[in-house]
């Protein structure tokens, strides 16, 4: 342009011829194409959810798959999920992250705390489970576990239990951990 600021289009080589003072000067330039950012080599959760251990923390009960990729800030091109768009995304649906070549760097699973059954739902079998779990009569896997410490301690206790039957029964939200009065 007028003030000697020269502005790429393309990449490739391009001859530049520059006078002045009565003096000529030619050069050639190599433009080469703008390099593509890096992508993550983590899952990058929004405000909400947090990935820790391995594991997807802060999904809610009825999150379908679709809105679950959208609580990340990666490129969804480079995420998979294991669930269908639509279905819900309950205890035990994996996250994936892939590189450019399409192979898997990093997987976390989602805990939805009271969903121990891994429908996306707080339901009755998930009370019943979290009871059993209380009581050790049943074996449950790492993740039903987890979905089951609705109250945060180490340990699921009758606390949870009692927790996770007053969401089912509208009488509590596990996730605001406050009574819910009509």
């Given at each position: 342009d007028?003030n000697?600021?020269?502005?790429?289009l393309?990449?490739g080589?391009?001859t530049?011829?520059v006078?002045?003072g009565?003096?000529?000067?030619?050069?050639t330039l190599n433009?080469?194409a703008?390099?593509?950012?890096?992508?993550p080599?983590?899952l990058?959760?929004?405000e909400g959810i947090?990935v820790?251990?391995g594991?997807?923390?802060?999904v809610?009960?009825?999150t379908?798959?679709?809105e679950?990729?959208?609580?990340f800030?990666?490129?969804?091109k480079?995420?998979?999920i294991?669930a269908?768009?639509d279905?819900?995304?309950g205890?035990?649906t994996?996250?994936s992250?892939?590189?450019k070549k399409?192979?898997?760097?990093e997987?976390a699973t989602?805990i939805v705390l009271g969903?121990?059954?891994?429908s996306?739902?707080?339901?009755?079998?998930?009370?019943l489970?979290t009871?059993?779990i209380?009581l050790?009569t049943?074996?449950?896997t790492?993740v039903q576990?987890?979905?089951?410490?609705?109250?945060?301690?180490p340990?699921?206790?009758?606390t949870?239990?009692?927790?996770?039957r007053?969401?089912?029964?509208?009488l509590?939200?596990?996730?605001t951990q406050?009574?819910i009065?009509?």
């Open positions: 007028k000697g600021v020269i502005t790429a393309s990449q080589n391009v530049v011829t006078k002045a009565g003096k000529t000067a030619v050069f433009v080469l703008k390099p593509e950012p890096e992508l080599k983590n990058l959760p929004k947090s820790s251990d594991y997807i923390l802060g809610q009960e009825l379908t798959a679709d679950l990729l959208k609580m800030e990666n490129d969804s480079y995420l998979v294991n269908s768009s279905e819900y995304a205890t035990g994996t996250v992250l892939k590189d399409g192979n898997i760097i997987t989602v969903d121990c059954d891994g996306g739902t707080v339901s009755a079998t998930d009370y489970i009871r059993r209380v050790m049943y074996e449950y790492d576990y987890e979905a089951a410490r609705v109250s945060g301690m340990a699921v206790t009758a949870d239990y009692l927790m996770v007053k969401h089912f029964l509208g509590y939200d596990i996730y406050t009574s009065t009509e």
